[in-house]
């Protein structure tokens, strides 16, 4: 069964990890959900849904979902002895990308994330802020030179339905391929394929 980490931080955009998850969650595969602090709260905040509440309806009647306390440092996923086919950490914030590209972690997610870099286990970090600062730029560009993929949350304008829902599907697909996960949640461009 393949293997996967997903993170969750304070960034906005929960929505993302909200739909990322639930997609994932219905796949079959393992998942290994980190979630920081700020990121419960924020996805609260922000879709009005409890963490634990939504964990709980991904875990129900699931064999396949795990969660694990940031602060728990012991966890199977802080070792370089776990195997897992991607991590993703979306949304990604600032501080948290901050975190990994100076290697001063200190949580499992981050602690996760630096096993990632230094097994060549892909990953993938989809930041927001705006506008980004040279602090944000230079972390996320250092995070890029160690192998990581940096998937800013930005939507399909040219393929766009104007529907917010496809949007996060759009978005949440182009997440999943970056980690080599084939989906349906977005089409691939095929126009202009004559030219
Ligand atoms: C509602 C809300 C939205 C936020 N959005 C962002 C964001 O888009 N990007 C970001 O880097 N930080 C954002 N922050 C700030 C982070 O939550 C903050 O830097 C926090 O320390 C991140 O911690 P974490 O990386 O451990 O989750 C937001 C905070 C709040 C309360």
Same mark, same amino acid.
């Given at each position: ?18 739909r990322?998850?639930?997609?994932l ?47 728990? $440092? ?5 070792s370089?002895?776990?195997? %897992?086919?991607?991590?993703?950490? =979306? @949304?990604?914030?600032? /501080?948290t ?18 096993v ?20 944000? $730029? ?6 890029s030179?160690?192998? %990581?993929?940096?998937?800013?949350? =930005? @939507?399909?304008?040219? /393929? ?29 461009w ?6």
């Amino acid at each position: 069964m393949k293997r996967y980490i997903i993170g969750v931080t304070g960034a906005s955009g929960s929505i993302l990890a909200k739909r990322l998850l639930s997609y994932l969650a219905g796949t079959g595969t393992q998942l290994h959900i980190i979630a920081t602090d700020m990121g419960k709260k924020v996805f609260e905040y922000e879709t009005g849904i409890s963490w634990e509440v939504f964990l709980n309806t991904l875990t129900r009647d699931r064999t396949n979902v795990f969660a694990y306390d940031n602060n728990n $440092l012991f966890a199977s996923v802080a070792s370089g002895s776990f195997t %897992a086919e991607a991590m993703m950490i =979306v @949304p990604c914030s600032m /501080a948290t990308a901050a975190k990994i590209a100076t290697g001063t972690g200190g949580n499992l997610l981050c602690r996760a994330a630096d096993v990632c870099l230094k097994e060549k286990i892909r990953l993938v970090l989809s930041p927001r802020e705006a506008p980004l600062n040279a602090v944000h $730029l230079r972390n996320l560009l250092t995070l890029s030179e160690c192998g %990581a993929v940096i998937l800013p949350p =930005v @939507p399909m304008f040219y /393929a766009d339905s104007g529907n917010y829902g496809d949007m996060i599907d759009k978005i949440v697909g182009r997440i999943l391929k970056s980690a080599g996960i084939e989906n349906d949640l977005y089409s691939k461009w095929n126009m202009g394929k004559d030219c």
